[in-house]
């Protein structure tokens, strides 16, 4: 069993930075990798940024060069650095491994 705890949320102008963390407890496995979702009002929910039990990261588009995901392995601890905001990154941000273990969710407000 898997317990996943996002915090680092809240509201932030254009072209600011946050972080958000998520903190696993539980034995996580290493086939899957530990993502970022995230989802605004009537959107579905997308995949923001992926890193696997190797290291190795990928990125949606629209937030390539802006967000970085790493991880600290010893807090078991997953880190989403997001810079440069925009207004339409504003989503309540979901922390997920693999199909079943879902976090409750963090609130990012981007506005002015």
């Known amino acids: 069993q898997v317990q996943l705890v996002e915090s680092g949320g809240g509201l932030v102008q254009p072209g600011g930075s946050l972080r958000l963390s998520c903190a696993a407890s539980g034995t996580t496995s290493s086939v899957y990798a530990m993502n970022w979702f995230r989802q605004a009002p009537g959107l579905q929910r997308e995949l923001v940024a992926s890193?696997?039990?190797?290291?190795?990261?990928i990125y949606a588009d629209s937030v390539k060069g802006r967000f970085t995901i790493s991880k600290d392995n010893a807090k078991n601890t997953v880190y989403l650095q997001m810079t440069s905001l925009k207004p339409e990154d504003t989503a309540v941000y979901y922390c997920n491994h693999g199909p079943h273990y879902w976090g409750q969710g963090t609130q990012v407000t981007v506005s002015s």
């Open positions: 890193i696997t039990n190797g290291g190795s990261t």
